[in-house]
């Protein structure tokens, strides 16, 4: 594990989101460095494709967790 420095105003960014989703800021970093390398990867593919392929990869089923959620 390492350190990565950022832009004030991204960090800020990041506690802010962070709160609406749920995460801890070093988790929500993770996550936006992760779906921004699978977004490069693949180019072709929304963020919801690319979202419901990991779900899928991890076991989850997108459509019984939007039917469990009333979606």
């Known amino acids: ?3 990565v420095n ?3 105003e991204l960090h ?3 506690r802010r989101a962070s709160k609406v989703s749920c995460r801890s800021i070093n988790a929500q970093a ?3 460095i992760k ?3 699978l977004c490069e990867l693949s180019p072709q593919l929304t963020f919801q494709q690319i ?3 990991e779900l899928k990869q991890a076991g989850v089923d997108p459509a019984d967790a939007g ?3 009333g979606i």
Do not use: K, P, T
Request: a negative charge; charged letters at 20%; proline letters at 0%.
């Open 1 to 3: 594990m390492g350190i």
């Open 6 to 8: 950022i832009e004030d």
């Open 12 to 14: 800020e960014q990041l």
């Open 30 to 32: 993770a996550f936006w």
């Open 35 to 37: 779906i921004g390398m």
């Open 51 to 53: 979202a419901v392929r």
């Open 67 to 69: 039917a469990a959620s």
